[in-house]
């Protein structure tokens, strides 16, 4: 398509999108009532951190439900809020191209729509996997569509839940400031509820040889070098295909496990029942349901084996696993292996993720008063890791670790959608094939607790009305 085709097409498909949001706009009266905090000023009903692809639906969700006074606040610089353009190293999304999600239904508000607009319906029958730098550009339109306001430069550096409100603290292009608000939420992504980890003794190395998967990586300077890489996940693999052609030496992949994932569990979970009423089942089943899910981890999509394995320079190592790292005389890193030492350049570790509330700064002021897994359900013991992970209400409110202790109403007022809350409710809020069906559930629980909170002036006003129909 031209690019004045692709204008047209655009136009035509933000002009459609305003009449489909006109014929769902009912009711269309905004209700919550306003709400001033100790400093006499009006509070924000929702601030959400994060302006990616869950912030963006969370939204929008609370714009079909007439809430107004939402705040959004992201650390990322205009147009690159999430990892497409950051940290992302694979060359598409994972999920297929069909899988609906920051829409919530809007048939205009699709990918499959934009796409279509913009490259014509052709290039989508075409399409294999979604482009990340499309998705990106997609969910870039999609904000600005809907006229979603995402505060750039922002970082949130701590929140203070009260009974009444909750304290944010954050830096922005212009300072630090302090803002108050009813709820807030946290759609911080994949590590916005711990920290990506990797084994001490690699982090104990300088960072110049080694990195962690998600770190940003000048993998130009890994051209002619040989790289090691930890992992045996889809982040490793990429990280691992994304030196290979900066051209590395060599890439050796280390698998501990004796054979790769081959199988993808996620497939098997995209049905309606998993995704809208997996957190409805008892603790027992939903432990046993997630544990398996996520101790037999993802396999990598094919495109990205294919992606590794036509290089000739790519070693997979099986049944290796890493025990140790040093420094040799030369500079170089000797790591030690189940099989021996190897030298290496360079190293990447794609080992994924810690949950730990506390060592996120935002949320170390109250981190030792929510409920994990650990503290809700006993056989957790037996999977310290998935343990960690916090125990959540039934809309994603964080818990006090007893339902006797003091707070429950402070944080309350926290809600967790980031992919720590996946022992849970399953895929939620880092996840795109479930938005549509977790950002509705966990707007609900704000929109009630709002309404429960000003019933006695929605009881005033009901009293007080005395419009007459003739």
């Known amino acids: 398509m031209t690019v004045m085709e692709r204008t047209i097409g655009l136009k035509a498909l933000e002009a459609q999108v305003r009449a489909d949001l006109q014929k769902i706009a009912w009711p269309n009266t905004s209700w919550v009532e306003p709400r001033y905090g100790p400093d006499g000023r009006l509070l924000h009903n929702v601030l959400i951190v994060g302006g990616g692809q869950g912030g963006l639906a969370l939204a929008f969700q609370l714009m079909r439900e007439r809430v107004d006074g939402v705040r959004i606040l992201d650390r990322a610089p205009t147009g690159r809020a999430g990892p497409w353009r950051n940290t992302a190293r694979m060359l598409t999304l994972r999920s297929p191209k069909f899988t609906t999600g920051p829409d919530l239904d809007v048939p205009s508000l699709t990918f499959q729509s934009w796409y ?28 600005s569509v809907l006229k979603i306001d995402v505060e750039a430069d922002t970082t949130v550096t701590r929140i203070t839940p009260h009974d009444t409100h909750v304290d944010v603290d954050a830096i922005g292009p212009d300072g630090p400031f302090t803002t108050r608000t009813r709820h807030v939420v ?10 990506w980890w990797m084994p001490p003794f690699l982090a104990d190395l300088p960072a110049t040889l080694v990195a962690q998967a998600a770190d940003p990586i000048d993998f130009t300077k890994l051209s002619g070098k040989t790289v090691a890489v930890l992992g045996a996940g889809a982040s490793a693999f990429d990280n691992a295909a994304t030196a290979l052609e900066a051209g590395a ?20 979970i995209s049905y309606t029942g998993f995704l809208r009423h997996m957190a409805d089942l008892d603790d027992e089943n939903r432990w046993e349901m997630l544990t398996h899910l996520l101790d037999m981890r993802e396999a990598f999509p ?11 320079n790519a070693v997979i190592h099986t049944g290796r696993a890493w025990t140790g790292a040093s420094l040799t005389d030369d500079g170089t890193l ?11 350049d360079f190293a990447i570790a794609g080992t994924g993720l810690d949950v730990d509330l506390a060592a996120r700064p935002e949320l170390s002021p109250f981190a030792e008063d929510v409920a994990l897994w650990a503290d809700r359900y006993a056989p957790s013991a037996s999977n310290p890791r998935l343990a960690r992970y916090p125990y959540l209400g039934d809309t994603f409110e964080v818990l006090p670790k007893s339902s006797a202790q003091a707070r429950t109403t402070a944080l309350s007022r926290v809600r967790i959608f980031t992919f720590a809350a996946t022992m849970s409710f399953g895929p939620s809020g880092s996840s795109i094939n479930a938005l549509k069906f977790a950002a509705p559930r966990l707007v609900s629980g ?6 429960r909170e000003d ?16």
């Open 249 to 268: 030496k060599a890439v050796h992949i280390f698998v501990r496990r004796p054979e790769l994932q081959r199988v993808q569990p996620y497939k098997q």
């Open 116 to 143: 279509e607009a913009t490259r014509g319906p052709a290039a989508w029958e075409a399409l294999g996997k979604i482009p990340k730098e499309d998705w990106q550009d997609y969910l870039n339109w999609y904000q």
């Open 302 to 312: 094919a495109e990205t084996w294919q992606r590794v394995t036509r290089h000739d």
């Open 334 to 344: 000797k790591l030690d292996t189940t099989q021996g030492p190897f030298i290496a």
């Open 455 to 470: 019933a006695a002036e929605h009881l005033n006003q009901l009293k007080a009305y005395d419009v007459p129909e003739f």
């Open 186 to 195: 946290l759609a911080t992504g994949i590590e916005g509820s711990g920290r």
């Open 446 to 451: 704000m929109t009630r607790q709002m309404f």
